[in-house]
């Protein structure tokens, strides 16, 4: 779910100045969802359905530097999102579970690279977010990728998305090293000022900020790598209003460990994390097998380590029809404790 495939390209090019790259692509997904659901509204199956478009600019400057920059365009079915905590989510007004939105956009993200140095600033991903140190998602189950290893964790981890016309997106800014089979990385986010109540006195103000910084390794088919921060959130409150204290949500440190690698046609990935806001230590793994140059079959274990949430596992296949189309399925459980289950097609371009 991370990658972005681009195939169209178009090169403009003036006489004395570097060539500028412009290039679309994306994907493309539809299928069906199911999800049990624990409550009146009973059990839901819908249709599932994304398109994603990514646009992105390139050009080197005379120096040697790339310069690079992306914005996204994406629109949904407008029902459960299956990567939220319990798949859990209500139609929207105006249509039914598998109604589609209005396509939405993202901020715009930008990055420079020289040698083994990047710098990515704007809206871009965490250092756990974009898997330079450490695979925090593992191979993800089924045509929405409804269980990963993750599932459900409250490590903060966040990434390249879209949102609606109103929201704001906090500025990121990540710098990543690579020496060989070496890398390192480091990110701050620097959080919005929101305000919280509408009516005076009771309103207080959040201020929130968040560190990141990991390193790995590969050596030979394997690879390790560690990731640790601290995602921290001052409150004012007005008129001496007595604010929240729980000093372990406003102040909370986290890490994550990451293991994987592949013999022959098997491949494995496994993540431990804690931070102080959950009850006991996450942990989760996920599996790959290839059956044969077109098919996989694939499972995927996440424990969150919060003791209200159930553990989340899953068991799905990927077969390639070609042309970057595949078929994908899969069938589990998430944290809520409810089945889920998905069948479709995606297309990358």
């Known amino acids: 779910m991370k990658k972005v ?14 060539a500028a790259e412009v290039s679309f692509g994306g994907f493309g997904r539809f299928g069906l969802y199911y999800q049990e659901n624990d409550n009146d509204v009973g059990d839901s199956t819908r249709v599932e359905q994304r398109f994603r478009l990514t646009a992105t600019g390139v ?3 005379d120096n040697g530097l790339k310069f690079e920059g ?18 859990v989510g209500t139609a929207y007004e105006g249509g039914g ?18 040698g083994g140095f990047r710098l990515d600033v704007g809206h871009v991903s965490d250092v756990l977010d974009s898997g330079d140190v450490l695979d925090f998602y593992g191979y993800g189950v089924g045509l929405t990728s409804f269980v990963e290893q993750s599932s459900g964790w409250s490590l903060p981890n966040s990434g390249f ?14 710098l990543r090293y690579a020496m060989g089979d070496f890398t390192a990385s480091v990110s701050y986010t620097d959080g ?22 990991g390193f790995g390794y590969n050596f030979g088919n394997y690879n390790a790598g560690v990731a640790f921060g601290n995602r921290s959130v001052d409150v004012t409150g007005e008129d001496g209003l007595a604010v929240p204290t729980n000093a372990d949500f406003f102040d909370n440190d986290f890490w994550a460990l990451g293991f994987g690698g592949d013999i022959g046609a098997f491949a494995f990935s496994i993540v431990v994390g804690d931070s102080d806001i959950q009850d006991d230590t996450s942990y989760g793994f996920s599996v790959k097998y290839d059956i044969s140059a077109t098919t996989d079959i694939r499972f ?29 399925g899969g069938v589990g459980s998430n944290i809520a404790g409810n089945s889920v289950a998905d069948l479709g097609v995606v297309f990358n371009f």
């Open 5 to 18: 495939l681009f195939a169209t390209t178009a090169l403009v090019a003036t006489a004395g100045m570097a």
């Open 59 to 61: 050009t080197t400057s």
């Open 70 to 87: 992306r914005i996204r365009f994406q629109t949904d079915e407008s029902g459960a999102n299956p990567r939220q905590p319990g798949g």
């Open 97 to 114: 579970f598998g109604s589609s939105n209005v396509a939405q956009r993202s901020a715009a993200g930008f990055a420079v690279t020289s």
């Open 161 to 174: 998305g879209v949102s609606g016309d109103d929201a704001r997106v906090d500025p990121t800014i990540k």
């Open 192 to 213: 919005a000022k929101n305000v919280v109540g509408d009516t005076s006195p009771n309103t207080f103000i959040t201020e929130a900020e968040e560190w990141q910084v």
């Open 300 to 328: 995927a274990f996440s424990d969150n380590g919060i003791d209200a949430a159930d553990e989340a596992y899953g068991i799905g296949f990927r077969h390639s029809l070609g042309g970057g189309v595949s078929l994908r």
